[in-house]
């Protein structure tokens, strides 16, 4: 089955990092993931935040906000001025959980990490863009203080990606647009580490139940793809890390 932009079910949409994006940001990148684009910026506050105050928990936090600008859609998207919708909540929660996997969060200090994900333009697939995004956008903030000596370098643990995966028309995809994700029987999205941990499996059948074999396809599905971001984000890091990180691998194919 060849898709309707020309890419076979288990190729990813053409997907760049664009690492320093915004000027002031102590982390930022722009994820390109074909016509959805995602500007996840990193603020570092030597605070923690009131709840986590003076509760004798030794350990910094991370945490993240996502929002779609107005006309990051076809139609306008009113902003969320007063308080967010429970999808942009719910994604956003996602977002942090997912990134918290990748810092030890004790050693981190009396820090908060904050990750902004802005969706610029949406074509499906942007909370899985805004955890790859900003897990490099993480690794660009916390790595000056790695070489300043002010932070360990295991407080980097692991390198987190994201991906959707889904079935249309009988056939398991990997990486849907939007035209794809609306006609979906299953929609799936899965976090994963380099190495092949999994993080979270969000899934639903939108038609009709679906095999547990089904299941299996689309995690084998996702993990390949999730091991050729991995390399993608790899590749636009500097070379020498100061906290090198396992190589990505697929475990669930071995």
Not at 59 to 79: D, F, I, V
Not at 99 to 123: F, K, P, T
């Amino acid at each position: 089955m060849t898709r309707a932009n020309g890419r076979f079910p288990h190729q990813l949409r053409p997907i760049t990092f664009q690492v320093g994006y915004s000027q002031w940001a102590e982390g930022s990148v722009l994820a390109q993931f074909g016509n959805t684009h995602v500007l996840c910026n990193v603020t570092l506050e030597n605070s923690l935040p009131p709840w986590l105050r003076n509760s004798g928990k030794k350990q910094g936090w991370l945490t993240a906000e996502y929002a779609m600008l107005p006309r990051s859609t076809q139609q306008r998207t009113p902003r969320e001025q007063r308080w967010p919708k429970g999808r942009t909540q719910e994604i956003a929660r996602l977002i942090g959980r997912s990134l918290r996997m990748g810092v030890n969060l004790e050693l981190l200090g009396e820090r908060q990490a904050i990750v902004d994900c802005d969706v610029l333009q949406a074509d499906g697939g942007t909370r899985t863009a805004a955890i790859c995004g900003g897990w490099l956008a993480v690794q660009l903030a916390l790595r000056p203080l790695i070489v300043a000596g002010e932070l360990p370098p295991e407080v980097l643990t692991h390198q987190i990606a994201a991906i959707s995966v889904g079935i249309v028309d009988g056939v398991p995809l990997l990486d849907l647009d939007y035209s794809e994700d609306v006609a979906a029987e299953v929609d799936f999205n899965v976090v994963m580490t380099a190495t092949g941990a999994l993080i979270e499996v969000q899934g639903t059948a939108e038609k009709a139940p679906f095999a547990r074999a089904q299941l299996e396809t689309l995690l084998e599905l996702a993990a390949g793809g999730i091991q050729a971001l991995a390399e993608l984000q790899t590749a636009v890091l500097p070379p020498s890390s100061p906290s090198p990180l396992p190589q990505p691998t697929n475990h669930l194919n071995e």
